[in-house]
């Protein structure tokens, strides 16, 4: 059992999670990845939480097929409940060693049952493979659903036309049952001509809107969403249409007791470095969404989260931080926890061009992350310092990129903005995660700095701290 609110089955990682809520128990199956080799194919495990804190490793749940075996790699999927109460389990098969005539590997939607979401029975004869006119390697990522109890059977799945610009041709496909066995091609749900592809999509129904989920494989490896009256669309593209940033990926929901919860990765690096490429898998994390009046939909931390930090913990900083024409910052006295939650409410004078927070920084501020809010351009970033250099010179100090890119997330701010925000910042060893105002997500790994200090500083105007708590997990000290 681990209490955290970051679950992971150390040594391996947990990959796609796909949510099923069963009576009070979220149950949360994954693919496992290992980082052995050879590649021992990549089965489902599953994890449970009743609260949303404590989660219980279950193990293994669909074992992956043999090496000659079409699901030797038992990829993502879902699960639903017939009107008979039997489960029906649809996975995505993958065996690079089964190649179409592409010369890439097969990817096939592959069928298993359950009466008790315990013991799965495959059902190797209604496995399909891609429809006409799509590739036969990108087939996966099967999402059933109904849109009315009496409704036929919809899947729809991650797919990619077999003609058009490559990096253009992703959609996401449909296909049409009566009885969850035999599935009909039918006009895809969305075929935006935008990405790579669409993976790992979902679609559900939270008051009078529709809401279509995927995670783009492009450029930007982001989880987004659309927005429709009707399941059939036309999808809206909302203004900030990202669920979180780079290294939250392939998020899917589930209905818990009337929240919408998404559980995704946060992304581990290679090398465990700042500067280490991003790897698939991670760290399971949880977000929340909430609805707007508009149907637009908030993200933030689940309150159940900050229950894993009930120790209050020492933090002093000045109430107020002043650089009308330049930077100041305020550093605390005390040695941040690994694992620690700060809360604070933050108000800048209007046209201030920055200010934040600094996150296990030197004691002079000039070491260390600086969560950063940019209200001229209506963004947060997470920076650092110091940068990555290539050579002992001033010059070659990597000075002209203020950020990592895929650590820049929208704000939906007001010119002159003038309003206090509240910033919740987690962080468990080499996991933070940022809520602003409780409506836009930053989660990310930080390796480099593993102890400093609380800072606040300001660019060009006046910063007002109105509220400071700290808290951190047992066990910890400042």
Known sequence: MQSSPFFRPSPDWVGDVIPYMDGDTLRLYYLRESRTSPKPGTPWALATTQDLTTFEDRGVALVGGGPDAADFNAYTGSIVRDDDGLHHLFYTGQNPALTGEDGRPLQVVMHATSPDLEAWTKLPDDTFGASEGYETSDWRDPFVYRTSPDGPWQMILAARHDHGPSRRRGLIARLTSTDLCRWEPTTPLWDPHQAIAHECPE???????????????????????????????????????????????????????GRRVFIGWIASRAGDTDDGPWQWAGTMSLLEAVPREDGTLDFGIPDETFSAFPEPGPISLTPCVTAPDGYACDVGEHELPRRAHVRVELEATPDTSGYGLLLRCSGDGENGYALRIEPRRRRMVLDRWPRPTTGTEQWQISGDVPHAIELERP????????????????????ILVVSFDRRVCLSTRIHDHVSGRLGAFVTDGSLRLHRLDLHHAPDQHA
Do not use: C, N, Q
Request: aromatic share 14%; hydrophobic share 35%; proline share 7%.
């Open 203 to 257: 679609i559900f129904r939270l008051g009078d809107w529709w809401y279509l989920v995927h995670s783009e494989f492009s450029d930007s490896f982001v989880t987004r969403y659309r927005m429709s009256r009707s399941p059939e669309g036309p999808w809206i593209s909302p203004a900030l249409d990202t669920l979180d940033g780079r290294s939250f990926y392939a998020a899917k929901s589930a209905d818990v007791h």
């Open 411 to 430: 704000l939906d701010l007001p010119d002159h903005d003038d309003r206090p925000h509240t910033l919740d910042v987690l962080m468990w060893d080499d």
